[in-house]
């Protein structure tokens, strides 16, 4: 499929470099690119074309870069930059993370040592703290949005990815009008606290509903 993507080999805004196709959603596709200038592997998250005339959609887009900016933790992905291509493409380019999601390594390393669940778990919870200080909630936490990489010598580094339906909390009103109908539902079913399956207003509390769903996962299978 990505030897046909129509933006392989793609130039974004004079600085990305398009190489391949690593992964694909509802909202638009995501490619591991070049950052030209710096000679740097990024990821470039691009909305789809197609959506670039639903208003809704495009201020989602623009608050998981803003979501996502925010953060300054380790264990956090990072937001590298923003913007628009001069064809109107919009993209994210994030921190390129070289390892393997949570779910692949409990699928094929299962079980883990007691020691490896308090490793990993302990950084996912210490990115969230961060995210909850800044007033941001992720909302769609699981395996799958949990990297794991070895890094400089150091044995199991999370990065805690994809802010895509992150809620900014700080009551500043600055998103504009609200990106979600009441009573409207988003994330993935099996992590979510009750009150995310109801729709209802979450806080740092469901999130932590969340980790509890993975931890059970990850010691029990």
């Not at 909202?27 to 950052?35: D, E, F, I, S």
């Not at 913007?83 to 999601?101: F, H, L, S």
């Not at 999130?207 to 769903?213: D, F, M, N, R």
Request: charged residues 25%; aromatic residues 6%.
């Amino acid at each position: 499929m990505a030897a046909t993507d129509e933006n392989i080999g793609k130039t974004f805004a004079n600085k990305y470099l398009v190489e391949q196709m690593i992964g694909e959603g509802g909202m638009g596709k995501v490619y591991k690119a070049n950052q030209i200038a710096l000679d740097k592997p990024v990821v470039l998250k691009v909305l789809r074309p197609a959506l670039l005339s639903d208003e809704r959609t495009v201020a989602r887009f623009q608050r998981e870069a803003k979501a996502a900016s925010r953060l300054n933790h380790p264990n956090s992905i990072s937001v590298l930059d923003f913007g628009q291509a001069a064809d109107g493409a919009m993209y994210i380019a994030m921190e390129y993370v070289q390892g393997k999601d949570l779910h692949h390594i409990l699928s094929r390393e299962w079980p883990l040592p007691e020691a490896r669940v308090i490793r990993v778990m302990s950084q996912v919870l210490s990115a969230l703290a961060d995210a909850h200080s800044a007033s941001v909630i992720h909302r769609d936490l699981k395996p799958e949005n949990i990297m794991v990489e070895q890094r400089r010598g150091e044995a199991d580094f999370v990065k805690v990815l994809d802010f895509g339906i992150a809620k900014i909390v700080d009551g500043s009103n600055d998103d504009g009008p609200s990106l979600t109908r009441a009573g409207f539902v988003c994330g993935t079913p099996e992590y979510m606290s009750p009150e995310q399956a109801r729709g209802a207003q979450l806080d740092h509390r469901s999130e932590l509903y969340a980790v509890g769903v993975i931890l059970c996962q990850v010691t029990s299978g």
